[in-house]
């Protein structure tokens, strides 16, 4: 059971450059989520979906896109890369609304 | 703006002591308290958490004590052992907001065998 996979682990960007940061699941959880991690501001939500075919935005979603089009997969897109993306990138999933979520190990973007 | 504000940033305990993490919150519409523990290099699990009706919740070495009227949550780690270093992290969830937390900053414990 693999649990929440995130590709790739390490990622490093020029400013203006695209990438898709990959995660699936296979807990055939319904709620998946994205989250970026700052040091001193613990983890800010960017974007989620309650299920396939439904996203919407968290805290911090400008610049970033997301769909889901599977119940395991919520791929993160990020149109313009900008330094100010420079960040660990979390996602996470969860059964139900009492259910605790799951996370990846994380991606560690640089935007150069 | 929904806060959750926690303390200390950094911790130093010796083992066997007691660890004590603080968070604190303005909005009374909260209605579950999860704790989270991170590793380096991992994402974060669920340690433990606690709805507002309960005062204190204990798992092992573990306990939440949770103060309604104060607007505060704490959690508690007893005999602190260096397995137990870790970035901790409480959350909020707003009522009726299903899925979404609301984070605070981490605290960074470091346990001094």
């Known amino acids: 059971n693999a649990g929440v996979t995130q590709t790739p682990k390490f990622q490093v960007l020029k400013t203006g450059q695209s990438m898709t940061l990959q995660c699936a699941q296979d807990?055939?959880?319904?709620?998946m989520s994205w989250y970026r991690q700052d040091p001193g501001m613990g983890l800010r939500l960017i974007h989620y979906s309650v299920g396939a075919g439904i996203t919407d935005q968290g805290e911090v979603p400008n610049g970033y896109n997301v769909s889901r089009s599977t119940t395991e997969d919520f791929p993160l897109r990020l149109l313009s890369a900008a330094p100010s993306q420079t960040s660990v990138y979390f996602c996470?999933?969860?059964?139900?609304?009492?259910?605790?979520?799951?996370f990846g190990n994380g991606t560690r973007l640089t935007v150069t | 703006q929904q806060q959750v504000k926690q303390s200390p940033q950094s911790l130093i305990v010796q083992k066997g002591g007691i660890s004590i993490i603080n968070c604190a919150y303005e909005n009374t519409a909260f209605d579950y308290f999860p704790w989270y523990q991170q590793f380096p290099g991992k994402g974060p699990a669920l340690l433990i958490a606690i709805r507002p009706d309960v005062s204190e919740k204990k798992e092992g070495r573990f306990t939440i004590s949770f103060n309604k009227s104060a607007k505060q949550f704490s959690l508690h780690i007893m005999d602190s052992q260096p397995g137990d270093s870790a970035t901790y992290f409480c959350a909020a969830r707003v009522r009726g907001s299903n899925y979404q937390l609301i984070w605070g900053a981490g605290t960074k414990l470091i346990i001094k065998p």
């Open positions: 996470a999933s969860s059964l139900g609304v009492n259910s605790p979520l799951h």
């Open positions: 807990m055939n959880h319904e709620y």
